[in-house]
């Protein structure tokens, strides 16, 4: 979402007056995400094959959250 210089990321640092890697370079820090960096597509897609695994056949009803540490919780 962030990383295409033509899609969405791209576009809110033209309007932000700013370059695209500026942009990203400072989105951690402004998001307040606590790994520093932004997730990669395939730590994502790692998760996905993992629950489509037998060894995750019994993970019923579960939120899996791949933010970095975005959202704080108590």
Same mark, same amino acid.
């Given at each position: 979402?962030?990383?295409?210089?033509?899609g969405?990321?791209?576009? $809110? !640092?033209?309007?932000?007056g700013l370059?695209?890697? @500026?942009?990203l370079a400072?989105?951690? *820090?402004?998001?307040?995400?606590?790994?520093?960096r932004?997730?990669?597509?395939?730590? $994502? !897609?790692?998760?996905?094959v993992?629950?489509?695994? @037998?060894?995750?056949a019994?993970?019923? *009803?579960a939120?899996?959250?791949?933010?970095?540490?975005?959202?704080?919780?108590?």
């Amino acid at each position: 979402m962030w990383t295409d210089p033509d899609g969405f990321g791209g576009k $809110v !640092a033209a309007a932000s007056g700013l370059g695209h890697g @500026d942009l990203l370079a400072g989105l951690p *820090g402004q998001m307040g995400i606590a790994s520093g960096r932004l997730t990669e597509p395939a730590e $994502v !897609a790692d998760l996905v094959v993992f629950l489509l695994s @037998d060894r995750a056949a019994n993970i019923h *009803g579960a939120d899996h959250v791949v933010d970095g540490g975005t959202l704080k919780t108590v």
